[in-house]
Structures are given as structure tokens and as C-alpha cells.
């Protein structure tokens, strides 16, 4: 069977997938994506250890100096956390007002996938699938899957 007629064509050319095993790729994102880490916890009133939970298990230490001098090459573990965190504020605040978009992750949810935890506890359960889930599912909520 040729598929080759089974979408038409696009006019856009398809998003460049950036590689975060490359050490240059990760030098080039880790500074913004700890500013905007850094500026999504205010937004949503983490305490520092929750932040910690969200990164991967981070220590205070590191998570302190961090805060400090966000200077440095994240691991791809890291970066994709955070890629996750701001995709979900993101749809949040296309979603809802900013009130609500920056404390919906603290308040609890009936939704089957939370079952009635906060979406903070669910993603610090689940660390990075969880993530994935509750992107996917605020995509799907705007319309966006």
C-alpha cells in the first residue's frame, strides 16, 4: 500500500528534533531552562523540597547553589523535567486564568488519573511519566492531541 497519499502535503516544514545527548545542545538550554524552572516554582509556590522532588531528587546543596548560579550543563534527565514542568504551565495558562493556572497544580483532583491527590503529588510520584501524563493530558484539554 502507498501511504504516500495518505496525508496531503504540508506547507510547514517539520519542527527540527534537537538532540539532548549532545553536550552543545544542552549548553545552549540549561541556562533558560533553569530561569524558567526557577520562575515556574515562584509562580506556583513551591517550597524548595518539592522543587528538589521535581528535578530529580536534588539535593538542597546543589539546589541552593543552583539558585545561585544557574550557570551550568544540565543532564538530559534534568532538561527534560523541566521541558515537561513548563509545557504544563504553559497549558495551564492557555487553559485557565493565571490564579487558577498557578495554583491548579497544588489543589486536589478528581480527574481518574490524580484520584484525588494534587497534580504536584501525582508528578512527584511518577517523576518524569507522570509529567508526561499530565502534559498530554492538558494538551488534549486545549485540543492540542
Known amino acids: 500500500m502507498n501511504l504516500a497519499y ?3 502535503v504540508s506547507r510547514f516544514e517539520p519542527a527540527r528534533v ?3 545527548n549532545t553536550r552543545e545542545a544542552r549548553e545552549r538550554l540549561s541556562a533558560s531552562a533553569l530561569k524558567g524552572f526557577f520562575k515556574l516554582a515562584r509562580a506556583w509556590s513551591l517550597r524548595d523540597e518539592d522543587a528538589c ?4 531528587g536534588l539535593s538542597s546543596s546543589a539546589f541552593y547553589e543552583w539558585k545561585k548560579k544557574p550557570a ?3 543532564e538530559v534527565d534534568r532538561i527534560t523535567r523541566i ?3 513548563i509545557g504544563i504551565y504553559k497549558a495551564l495558562h492557555i487553559l485557565y486564568g493565571d490564579d487558577l493556572a498557578d495554583r491548579w497544580v497544588n489543589l486536589p483532583n478528581r480527574n481518574a488519573v490524580f484520584a484525588g491527590k494534587t497534580p504536584l503529588a501525582y508528578m512527584q510520584e511518577g517523576g518524569i ?3 508526561q501524563m499530565v502534559r ?3 494538551d488534549a484539554r486545549r485540543g492540542g492531541l
Open 53 to 56: 522532588i521535581l528535578l530529580g
Open 129 to 131: 511519566l507522570a509529567m
Open 83 to 85: 521541558s515537561y514542568l
Open 6 to 8: 495518505a496525508y496531503p
Open 18 to 20: 534537537i538532540d539532548l
Open 136 to 138: 498530554k493530558l492538558l
Open 72 to 74: 551550568r550543563v544540565l
